[in-house]
Structure formats: structure tokens, C-alpha cells
């Protein structure tokens, strides 16, 4: 096994260059994105990107993002950027926002798993582009999780999923977001959003008038099926114990969670209902009205559960205006879909 470095930029000037040297030698290092932690190698070396996969369980057929720091590298990886592609970066990098389009030849198989395109982000946090300057190369980079669980939003985090299995951690302290980039392809005839995230959709309509939304937003996807986003139809952000969504009104949701909760049960609440559950484990992931908060909380609080003993989770879940699609898309993909409406 081997040992994992936690980096500390803080109290370690040399930190991003060690880091960056890492990844030189073709190893993958967790580096700190305003979305969530990702798992960084040299995208140029498909040596390297496999070591990503092994490290996460990560099957085979699901692709992998490419960050660059400086909007120019988009023309390295895409050979014919689609003005649409173009007008989106232009108005939201750096920022959580993938953009999906034609791959150009330097890209390797393991990077794009057979597709014919790639997604591209420029990140916004200081670090991580600080660290893509420093190695000087693309970085392919998915969640810093073991795949199936929650994304990661610290460096704790990672080295809980990531200890002895990558070569280091920059720690970047708690990422901004909390929820990972949005991903549209502009790849196809029209744009689609394939995974509602910090960027909205509609900042992304006021850019592109209309935007497609993928079924894979709304229902399970089956392993069979063949999807524009590979990465949608895999169990996702699952904590260990079951988890039922209940939507609706919160006082209508908060209300059912207590009618049907056993003691000892998880239950993931607005902070209004904090004290509505007496008999159960309960983690507030911020105020009804707070979608940021929650955005930034709602993984941290679906891997605390695993530190419990909950046998089950009920969770209640904003609408799916603004950021609260990406918010309510994670808790859903964390129950597998398995939804109350009340
Ligand atoms: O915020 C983020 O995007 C984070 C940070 C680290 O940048 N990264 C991230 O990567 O969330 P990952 O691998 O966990 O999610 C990437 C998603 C997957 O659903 C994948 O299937 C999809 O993007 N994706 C990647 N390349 C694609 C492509 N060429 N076509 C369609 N979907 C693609
Ligand atoms: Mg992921």
C-alpha cells in the first residue's frame, strides 16, 4: 500500500510544486476544486488516467473531465470548439461548469472511454489551477470518492475514501460549491444539460436560450442503457444506509418523516426541523431558503451518516429551482430515485 502525503499549502509553500511533481511522475494526486475534490492525473498519459480508475473502483465506460487553467487549452482538446461551447465558457469559467465537445486526437482512450468527445472545465479555485499551471499539462480528474459513494468536500474526506490508494491530498479546506460542476454537451444538435450543478440552468438558458434536459435528471437509468452521460446511470452518493426522499411542502415532508421514521432512523432535514425528530439521528444540511448552504453541506451530511448506526434515511429536499436541482439530484441519486410525493 502506499502512502498517502496530505499536502498543506498553508503552512507549506512548496506544497503545490510537490504536488505538481507527483503528478509529473505519472501519479494521481486529490486536489481541491470549488466544487468537490477531485482525483488529478496528467490527462496526456493514459497510463496515468488508468490509475484513476483503479484508485476509485471507477467502471470502465464512464469518462472522465479534463481541467485546463487558461481558456486558450480548450483549443488543444477540442479541434473545432462549437459557438455555443465558446459563448458558455466565456461566460462562466473559471466556474462549475463541464462543457462537452469533440475530443481531439492528443486525448487517450482512457480518458474518454471509447466517446468521441470530452468534457472540459476550467475551475475556478486558485489552487487547482495553480496546480495545472505547475505540472503543466491537463488534468483528468473525476470526485475524489470511491465510486457509488458521496462526493468529496475536504481533504478529511478524500483520505477517507483515498487513503494508501493515491500519493497525496493538497489540502484546499472546504470546497465553496459543495456540488460538482454542471455538465451540458454541445456536442450534439441541440445543447442538453446532462447533470444540473453550480452553474444553473437558467444562467444557462439566459446564455442559450433553450437547453435540453436529459432523462437521466428525472429516473434510474438501467445498466443496459446506453445514456449521453455515462456517469448518470451508476448508483450515486449513496450513503450505506437506504435513503427515501420525501418531497413536497417541508412541513408536509417534515410531517410524514415523523409518522413513519422508527427510532434510531437518519433523517436529513432542513435546520427549521431540527428538533421535529426526537427519537432519530438527524443532520441539518442549512435553512430552507438557503440552496448554497445546503449545496455545500448535503454530501458532508450523507457521509456522516455512515459514522452511525441508522438502518435507514428519510430526507427532505428543496425544489428544483436554481440551485436546488443540482441540490435535489444528489439527495434523489443518493436514494436511487426512491421517492414519496406529498
Ligand atoms: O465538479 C466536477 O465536475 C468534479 C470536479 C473534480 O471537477 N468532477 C466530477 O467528475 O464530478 P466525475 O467524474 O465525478 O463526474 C463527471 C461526469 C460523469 O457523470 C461523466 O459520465 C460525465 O461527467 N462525462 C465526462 N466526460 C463525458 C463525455 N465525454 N460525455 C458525456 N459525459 C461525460
Ligand atoms: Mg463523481
Redesign the pocket.
Known sequence: MMQTHLLLPESDVNAVQIAAGLIKQGEVVG?P?E????LAANALDGRAVAKIFHAKGRPQD????V?IADATQLNTLCPAVPPQAARLAEAFWPG?L?L?VP?AACIPEEV?CG?D???V?L?AHPLARALIRAAGVPLA????NLSGRP?TTTAAHVLRDMDGRIAAVLDGGPCGVGV??T?V?L?QDRPRL??P??VTLEQLQGVLGTVELDRALYEKIGDEARV?????KYRHYAPKAPVTVVRGQPQAAAAYIKAHAAPGDGVLCFDEYRDCFSACVVACFGAQADLAAQARAVFDCLRAFDDTAVRQIWAQCPPNDGLGLAVANRIQKAAGFRTVDV
Open positions: 486536489m476544486t466544487t468537490v475534490y477531485g464512464n469518462p472522465l473531465i481541467h462549475p463541464t462537452i475530443k474518454c466517446l468527445t470530452v468534457g472545465r475551475p480528474a473525476p470526485s475524489a462526493s460538482e460542476s455538465v454537451t456536442a446532462l447533470r450543478g453550480g449521453s452521460a455515462p456517469g448518470m
